[in-house]
Nanobody
């Protein structure tokens, strides 16, 4: 069994920063991709940023230059540093990890429970 636990959301003013964390735990053999997605009210869930095991990253155009994704492989943890936040960044942020469990050959997508980020003056 695998669990993703997110932390770091909250209410901030425009221009401020937040750092999200997501830790994976359980019967993990290896983790390929880790990333962040977000969903605003009435909208679909969209990619924010992802990072693969080798360190390559991909960002949504709307966050390039403002958000930075990183991971600590020893801790099975992914981070999202969000700077210069805008009201349009307001959403529930979900962590995703593509994980192979112990004694299994297949890879499975796992999601966190979501953390609310609100940017408002």
């Amino acid at each position: 069994q695998v669990q993703l636990v997110e932390s770091g959301g909250g209410l901030v003013q425009p221009g401020e920063s937040l750092r999200l964390s997501c830790a994976a735990s359980g019967s993990i053999s290896s983790i390929n991709l880790m990333g962040w997605y977000r969903q605003a009210p009435g909208k679909q869930r969209d990619l924010v940023a992802v990072i693969i095991s080798g360190g390559s990253t991909n960002y949504a155009d709307s966050v390039k230059g403002r958000f930075t994704i990183s991971r600590d492989n020893a801790k099975n943890t992914v981070y999202l540093q969000m700077d210069s936040l805008k009201p349009e960044d307001t959403a529930v942020y979900y962590c995703k990890a593509v994980i192979r469990q112990l004694y299994r050959l297949s890879w499975t997508d796992y999601w966190g429970q979501g953390t609310q980020v609100t940017v408002s003056s």
